[in-house]
C-alpha cells in the first residue's frame, strides 16, 4: 500500500468554504486540505453542490474564483495540495436551460460533469439527464449510485448504462464501510464484483464530520477491493485530469 499512497485522487468532495454544507470558513477548508494530505492525496476536485432554487447555486465564475482564494492560501500555508474545480450537479428539471446556458462547471476543465441523480426517486428522470449531457458530447460521471434508491433496486440498470459507454460511475468510500446505510453497502460491493465502479470519492464535508479519510482508512478498503484501489483512487482519476483541455 506504501507505494501506492502517494498518489490517490479524490475527484468528488466538498472542501470550498462557505458554498454549501461543506466547511463554513477558509480555515476549515485548510484544516480539511491537510487532513488530505496526511492520507496521502495528492490532488482534488472540489465539488460544491448545484441545487437550483437554493442557496447552494452559485456560479460557475464565482466558484473559480473561490477556487484560486483557496489554491493561495494553501500555498501559502505550505499544504501540499492540488486543487481543481466541479460542481455536484443536483438532478432537476431545468437541467436543458443550464447546459445550454454554461451554467455547469465540468470537472477540472474536462468535458466531464458530476451528476447527482435523486436519492429517493424512482423516475426515469436521470436517463433522460444522461441523455442531454451525451447529445451535447459531454460525458457524465454518477455521484454515489449506491446511495439511490433506483439503483439499489435495479443496479443492474448501471451496469447496461456502463456497458453501452453511457457514463462513469462514482461511489463513495463510505459507502463500502456501511456509513450510508446496508443498502448502500450492498449495492457497492455489486458494482465492484460487477466491475462497473470507476472511482472512489470520498465526498467529504468537513474537518470532523464526514471528514477526508484517514490513513488508516486505506488498508481497510483495500482489505476489501484488494488491487482495484489503486484502479479506482490513482489511476482513473489521474486519466481523468490528464484529459483536461
Ligand atoms: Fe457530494
Redesign the pocket.
Known sequence: MNKTQAGFIDI???LLPACDDGPADLNESLKMAARFVESGIKAVIA?P?HIPGTAWAFPAEKIGKNIDRLRLAVEEEGIGLEIYGGM?IALHKNMERGLDNGVFLALADTDCYLL?PEFQGLSDDIFHAIDLFRCRQKKVIL??PERVRIFQQRPEKLVELVQDNLVQVQVNIGSLLGSFGADARKTALWLHKKNVIHYLAS?A?GEQKRRPPTPALWKKLHGIVGEKLETYCIVNPGNLLYSRR
Open positions: 468528488h468532495c466538498h465539488t453542490h455536484e447527482e455521484a454515489h465526498d464535508h
